[in-house]
């Protein structure tokens, strides 16, 4: 099935989004910081407007790529379709989206379709 045209219809699971958290605490925290820090001089704030304004208009697909090729910066390119479809989950739920009843797809070609409007 094709997912949805928006990230605002639940494009993600619940259960998506925990797994993310948790390959997120593990491999993306010692840079990134935890999701809802306000610390400013941490690499990337993932859940604040900076990054939603960074990422408006742009794809899921994009996104997933950028995370799949050159993340976690110490090991780029070592997240599996699957961990990284649960990052982009995660980054989605952190982001107050919704979850929906279809767990994201690790499909750069179907993610390309779902742009990212906050």
Do not use: K
Not at 32 to 50: F, S
Not at 66 to 78: C, H, N, S, V
Not at 90 to 113: C, F, H, K, M, T
């Amino acid at each position: 099935t094709a997912p949805p045209g928006t990230v605002r219809d639940g494009v993600f699971t619940a259960a998506q989004a925990e797994q993310g958290q948790a390959v997120y605490d593990e491999l993306c925290t010692s840079c990134h910081g935890p999701m809802r820090a306000i610390v400013p001089e941490m690499a990337a704030l993932l859940a604040d407007h900076t990054f939603r304004n960074r990422w408006r208009g742009r794809s899921l697909g994009e996104l997933f790529g950028l995370i799949r090729e050159t993340m976690p910066q110490d090991a780029p390119g070592t997240l599996s379709a699957e961990q990284t479809a649960d990052v982009v989950a995660y980054l989605l739920s952190g982001n107050r989206l919704p979850a929906g009843d279809a767990a994201l797809p690790g499909d750069v070609e179907r993610l390309s379709q779902i742009p990212f409007e906050p």
